[in-house]
């Protein structure tokens, strides 16, 4: 009678566009379902406002690919869609007990990456290859984003704590929990968000909210209170009426306090003040947590000023990526084999460069480690020589090959991720990834971490890859 | 070892800021839980590209309030969080026996709204009014958001369909079916995201991707295989390689076909030339579908230019509301019984006038219908005089009360919804939402039917309330 439309994890299979369907059934239909297929999933241009990107929500992809199914009523609904009247019975039984078989190789979360890069390829059944075009995109799309959003703010707090409070405004309920996740890979130090905080194993924060102040009858009975029940985790809001006096009545009231957060007015103008009044009254201890429609620019402005803010607290900017709320990635087509042979496959549409074939990226740093090009190729095809990951290959694959480990070349962006389905090795920790994004972050030319648009980063494609679009184009 | 992060239905009680279990745990430790407080939910600015708002989300807010709960996980989290070590054994056990009891007024899903006026108002037990805070706002936030641009976009498209395509660029996969159910609420005719459809009853549209065209060697044989499998439902992409010829392929592949896709390139001129060429062939009864990057704007300006097309797919621009990715959506006590009385509650923050009080917003129309102005006022107290709903009633309760059948004041936008946690009458379906927002958006002001920014909507204060703010400012 009423639905909250949260998402069941076994119930996912039909989270996707309606002709990833049809175009499954055709495959079935016309005998290339099991067509060996390559996707690759990349972002298109990197948004005005972001020097780089932020990879992110592999793990959230990973978790879908595995459980991939349909739930039988899915099934049925598909049965009695009047669009698939002409599809034979044994395709509704394959979609039912379909397992996603695939090889994937992608770009490990926390990793800096631009436009035209691969995130992520797919080499499968070309059936299977296809149907998660969707719930890839978006997941990997929501994380990206926000981590993206999320390392220029923490680059703009010079180490000062940044905290994500924007559950609130966040795109639905799920999107606050993928919002906290991505902020902390890109550096935040926690959430307001409780359960995202308890699924993921990382730190929260709150405060109050004005409600606990306007709730007695006077601040600092409020304020005392609050210390009493939290004597360790004490921030006191003290802008509701008058923010000077909010804390000259924090420090009246004799509360426990740990710090004080400003949510209104000039942040500037009003730390300096209220940090003076707690420094007047020897609480050089308090803290100064500020919060209030922040982003990157306003925190960088405030820092300029001298404003003696000690933690960030940011919530829409960063949960909605504001300035960028989209990031134009798509998932292509890129080589295919067939009973004719195996064939790049791209689309030539006007201003659209697609290149045909698997591919990987190098990453050159230079003697400072700092990165300072990336090249990409054409995957080299698996070589024998080269050690074989488990057994059961019944056709070639990608996933071996390619010498991956660094050289010459530089270091390769993609790993294997999926062979046939199964994790190639356990997936990183939230704290490994997150160590990765900084150490990424650390690595990038110091024009790419202003704010101002910098998109000076090169990225150049192979001269085989060129020759092979100018070949067909 | 991975997670979805997609949310279970019996696992929202923490889905919320730490402050609000704090400040939850804070009411019971200091006797105030159980005071009887009214919270109010209401956007505080329109958004400088939006003349109106369409108010969507409520069916996803109730189900989350009547289905509340605390997984014993959750529990176990918060006893073990350092900041809860002070609060005794007894908050735990009622957090973890909580039902929600309050009783809530709200604006119907559908109704248009602006600045200022309350959606939602909650009155129960301060505690628990609280802590629903955050899942309410990002609830109501999210559809709010997508309805209003798709009611933008659908007036532009002048009657014809506008489907929702826009999942993979939704900010996760929950985001998506939101999406997509208040694009449909606001007149779009459907979505491509399946299992929405599915879930919501509404219709699915897919047509193929690049990728189905470049599977095989040839155009041509793209197009007859589709036709031949979905005789019904086929609408052949053609702009994979060349928009023009792809139309004279798809007429010389003799495929099955009610309709193309243009989804690329200059969309007005290749859809004039695409007409001629369906119309030389005597294939008048095939429509054309437009969709790449499509808005409000630029529908308007295709039509403008006579372009022939038949239905637009829209997907970023609608499902993250990219040009106003956000709602400044807030939730603040208005009023509250505590042992000395009840009081009128309200912040004096900076610009920002929050007005003490339950209140009811009266919307007057014109001799033609249209809606000509909307009046907040002070909510009346209950009076015993009008039929009484149910029984049970062991407090003063706005929810009987305020004529709010119509009159001389207009129509009363805020309906009883919920009474002690439970539905006052049966949800409306979705089909009765959208009907409600298409005859809403039909008496608005043409002026706020324009693209162009036009926040010209007289929405006036009662002279009461206003008196009791420079009372208290």
């Known amino acids: 009678m009423s639905q909250s439309l949260n998402l069941d994890d076994r119930h996912l299979g039909l989270v996707t566009d309606l002709y990833e369907l049809t175009m499954a059934a055709g495959y079935h239909v016309y005998g290339m379902a099991d067509q ?143 919002a906290a996740r991505a902020s902390y890979i890109a550096g935040c130090t926690g959430t307001s968000n409780t359960e995202a905080a308890r699924l993921l194993g990382i730190p929260s ?41 909010g804390a000259r009545n924090a420090i009246a009231s004799g509360a426990a306090m740990q710090a004080v957060r400003l949510d209104s007015g000039d942040l500037g103008q009003l730390s300096k003040e209220v940090r003076a009044i707690l420094d007047d009254a020897d609480r050089q201890d308090v803290k100064i947590v500020a919060s209030g429609d922040l982003n990157e620019y306003k925190i960088r402005d405030l820092l300029a000023k001298g404003a003696p803010i000690d933690l960030f607290g940011v919530g829409t900017e960063l949960a909605t990526s504001r300035d960028e709320p989209t990031l134009n990635v798509v998932y292509k087509l890129v080589e295919q084999e067939t009973p004719q042979g195996t064939f790049g496959r791209f689309k030539l549409s006007q201003g659209k460069k697609n290149y045909p074939h698997p591919k990987q990226v190098y990453r050159q740093r230079d003697a400072h480690g700092t990165f300072c090009g990336d090249r990409i190729v054409k995957a080299l095809p698996p070589t024998p020589t080269l050690p074989h990951q488990g057994g059961g290959s019944h056709s070639p694959s990608p996933l071996v090959g390619e010498g991956w480990g660094g050289g010459e070349q530089g270091d390769p962006l993609l790993v294997p991720l999926l ?55």
């Open 36 to 178: 060996r297929a390559t996707f690759e999933l990349w972002v298109r241009r990197l948004p005005s406002c972001r020097n780089y990107l932020v990879a992110a929500g592999l793990e959230q992809a990973v978790h879908y690919l595995r459980h991939l199914s349909f739930a039988p009523e899915q099934i049925t609904y598909l049965r009695q869609h009047p669009a698939f009247r002409h599809v034979p019975n044994n395709w509704f039984e394959r979609l039912a007990s379909l397992h996603f078989e695939c090889d994937v190789w992608a770009v490990p979360e926390g990793t800096v990456v631009f436009a035209g890069e691969p995130l992520l390829r797919v080499t499968g059944p070309l059936m299977q290859a296809q149907l998660i075009e969707t719930y890839l995109i978006t997941t990997l799309t929501a994380q990206t984003l926000v981590a993206s959003k999320a390392a220029r703010t923490v680059t703009a707090a010079q180490g000062r704590p940044v905290f994500d409070f924007g559950s609130r405004r966040a795109h639905g309920p799920q999107a606050g929990l993928l």
């Open 205 to 245: 924060l709150g405060t109050q909210a004005h409600s606990w102040i306007m709730a007695f009858s006077d601040e600092q009975e409020a304020f005392r209170k609050f210390g009493e029940l939290f004597p360790d985790a004490s921030t006191l809001l003290i802008d509701t009426r008058d923010t000077l006096q």
């Open 419 to 473: 062979r046939h389905g199964e994790l190639v090795e356990a997936l990183p920790s939230l704290e490994e990834i997150r160590r990765r994004c900084a150490e990424q972050v650390s690595r990038l030319p110091k024009e790419l971490l202003a704010l101002e648009p910098c998109q000076s980063y090169p990225v150049e494609v192979s001269e085989e890859l060129e020759a092979e679009l100018s070949r067909r184009g």
